[in-house]
């Protein structure tokens, strides 16, 4: 069975600096994608970014970028001169890509960033 | 373009109590999903629809979890009758197909007391 680690509980920085959101994950497959998505107080969830595991070039969005290791099954997330708005949880997610019936988004626990003022 | 449209938002409700929870997708979109957010944890799925029909549902508690998507459209998710540990937040989701980024309501939180 799939699974997705984050190991890190909470984090805080200043505004303007750069964090980086670690995940883990477990999986047999070859053929998957990798999602972070931002849970705001708000409770509205957004994907931030996305990553096909064919792709070899890391993905990018703006502030957002990931550092995908494939052979290590890592996939963390960047945060470039984070912003007040940035304040949420933040969940990795896996998910296989074969057309069968357990192609379902797999979360990780999350991890709570605090931009700090 | 509205969003997923949830309701209600918030729900209290007794042990052995049945509830509801109600979706609207977004327009067009043929994937509905439901999720279970335990407090603390990341979400987990429930039921995935493809237009009205069931594509996963292998972790729904059947014996009192039941959902539906009629005419391929809104979606009704019931809990019958209700535990203490369904206390948690119910998202529902949507997306264009199984492979196109999921959007997501802002979910409804149930309380069991």
């Known amino acids: 069975a799939q699974t997705v680690t984050q190991s890190q509980p909470e984090m805080s920085v200043q505004e303007a600096e750069t964090v980086t959101l670690s995940c883990t994950y477990d999986?047999?497959?070859?053929?998957?994608?990798l999602f972070w998505y931002k849970q705001p107080p708000s409770r509205q969830m957004i994907l931030v970014i996305r990553q096909e595991a064919y792709k070899q070039q890391n993905a990018t969005e703006n502030r957002f970028s990931v550092n995908f290791q494939k052979a290590a099954k890592s996939f963390s997330l960047k945060i470039s001169d984070s912003q007040l708005g940035d304040t949420a949880m933040y969940f990795c997610a896996f998910m296989n890509y074969r057309g069968g019936r357990d192609d379902k988004i797999i979360f990780g626990k999350g991890t709570r960033l605090h931009i700090l003022p | 373009e509205a969003g997923v449209a949830q309701s209600p938002r918030y729900k209290i409700i007794e042990k052995r109590q049945s509830v509801a929870f109600w979706c609207n997708p977004i327009s067009g979109h043929a994937t509905l999903y439901w999720y279970q957010q335990i407090l603390g944890q990341g979400p987990k799925l429930l039921i995935q629809?493809?237009?009205?029909?069931?594509?996963?549902d292998s972790q729904l508690p059947k014996d009192r979890f039941s959902a539906e998507r009629l005419k391929g459209v809104d979606s009704t998710l019931k809990i019958q009758p209700a535990k203490l540990e369904d206390s948690a937040v119910y998202l529902c989701?949507?997306?264009?197909?199984?492979?196109?980024?999921?959007?997501f309501g802002p979910g409804t939180r149930l309380t069991v007391l």
């Open positions: 989701a949507s997306s264009f197909g199984r492979d196109n980024e999921q959007f």
């Open positions: 629809f493809q237009n009205n029909g069931v594509v996963d």
């Open positions: 999986t047999s497959e070859s053929d998957y994608y």
